[in-house]
C-alpha cells in the first residue's frame, strides 16, 4: 500500500513556521501480527522494530530487502528492536522471566546485554555509525537518567533539575544527541537538541502539550513525536514531525488517527508507527518525493 501526501506550509498561532513536505508513504506489517512499530532504518534502507503476534508475545524484526527476519534475546519474555546503523548493528530491550528490563546489542549474530552499571532497568534506544549506543537507565530510588555507551564506557545524561531524562539518538560523533525530559516546573514533557555536553536547547512543537525529539541524521534532520493535549500524551496518542532547518514540518500517515514519528535516516527516509480508524497499530515508511 503507497500513499502520497503532503503537508502545505503555514504559520502556527506561535508563529513557528511549517516547511511543505512531500513523502510517499507505505504501510508496514510483520505478516500475521496483530501490532507492528518501526522504529529503526539504516542507510541502505534495513528496518527494525517490534511485532505482537496473536498469542500475545513480543518480538524484535528485521526487515531486510522485503524480507522479516524475528529478533529474539535468548530468554528474553519481551525483545524490541529500537536502532540499527550502517554496519547492521540493532539495539534494543529484552525483558528477562523476572520482569527486568535490559538493553541489548546485537552485532555480527551475537547478543550482549547492555545495563548500565547499578541501574535497576536499562533500554537502549539507538546506536549509530560509530557504534555508540544511547538510551535510558533508571537508577534503585526509580530516578530515570540517559546514556551514551561509546568505546565500552558509560556516560549519563540528564537534564539539570529534571525529573527524568532520556537519549534517543546521537550523531557519529557523539558529541551531539536528541531526546527528551521532563520538567518540574511545568511537568509536562519536552524534546531536546545537545549540540555540547553542557547544553540542551528545548525542541518543543508549536501549541503542543509534550513533544520528545525522537532521532537525529548526519544532516542535522531531526524527528519526533507530539501531543496536542495532556490527555494525547498520557496515551500515546502522538503526531509526527521533522524538524529541518529550524521550520518544523507534520507528518501523519494519510487517514490515521495517530502517528509516531521514531527515527529518520541521512537520505530523509522516516519510519514509525500510525494507528488507523480501528485502533490498529501499523509501523510506516515515508520517503521524500524529489523536488
Known amino acids: 500500500m503507497q500513499l502520497t501526501a503532503r503537508t502545505l506550509a503555514f504559520c502556527l498561532t506561535s508563529g513557528a513556521l511549517l516547511f511543505a513536505a512531500d513523502y510517499r508513504y507505505a504501510k508496514i506489517d510483520v505478516p500475521n501480527s496483530t501490532l507492528t512499530i518501526v522504529n529503526g532504518v539504516n542507510a541502505r534502507g534495513d528496518l527494525v522494530g517490534r511485532y505482537d503476534n496473536a498469542k500475545g508475545g513480543t518480538h524484535g524484526f528485521l526487515r531486510r530487502n522485503g524480507v522479516f527476519t524475528t529478533i529474539g534475546v535468548p530468554q528474553a519474555t519481551f525483545t524490541a528492536a529500537r536502532g540499527i546503523n550502517a554496519r547492521g548493528d540493532i539495539v534494543g530491550r529484552a525483558d528477562d522471566a523476572a520482569g527486568h528490563q535490559h538493553g541489548f546489542l546485537l552485532r555480527d549474530g551475537q547478543f550482549t546485554l547492555v545495563d548500565f552499571p547499578g541501574a535497576s532497568a536499562t533500554v537502549a534506544l539507538g546506536v549509530n555509525n560509530a557504534g555508540d549506543v544511547t538510551g535510558q537507565y533508571v537508577n534503585p530510588s526509580g530516578a530515570e537518567s540517559g546514556f551514551l555507551l561509546r568505546d565500552g564506557a558509560f556516560h549519563k545524561v540528564r537534564v539539570i533539575d529534571s525529573c527524568g531524562t532520556e537519549v534517543w539518538m546521537a550523531q557519529d560523533d557523539g558529541k551531539v544527541s536528541v531526546g527528551e525530559f521532563c520538567s518540574p516546573t511545568d511537568h509536562k514533557i519536552h524534546g531536546y537538541l545537545r549540540p555540547r555536553p553542557d547544553n ?92
Open 200 to 291: 540542551f536547547q528545548n525542541i518543543d512543537f508549536a501549541g503542543a502539550d509534550c513533544t520528545s525529539a525522537r532521532w537525529i541524521n548526519e544532516k542535522d534532520d531531526i524527528v519526533g513525536a507530539y501531543g496536542n493535549t495532556l490527555d494525547e500524551c498520557s496515551a500515546s496518542q502522538f503526531h509526527g514531525f521533522v524538524l529541518r532547518q529550524g521550520l518544523y514540518a507534520a507528518i501523519d500517515f494519510p487517514g490515521s488517527m495517530f502517528t509516531d514519528a521514531q527515527a529518520i535516516n541521512d537520505y530523509g527516509v522516516i519510519v514509525g508507527d500510525f494507528t488507523d480508524t480501528n485502533g490498529v497499530v501499523h509501523g510506516f515508511q515515508a520517503v521524500p518525493l524529489a523536488k
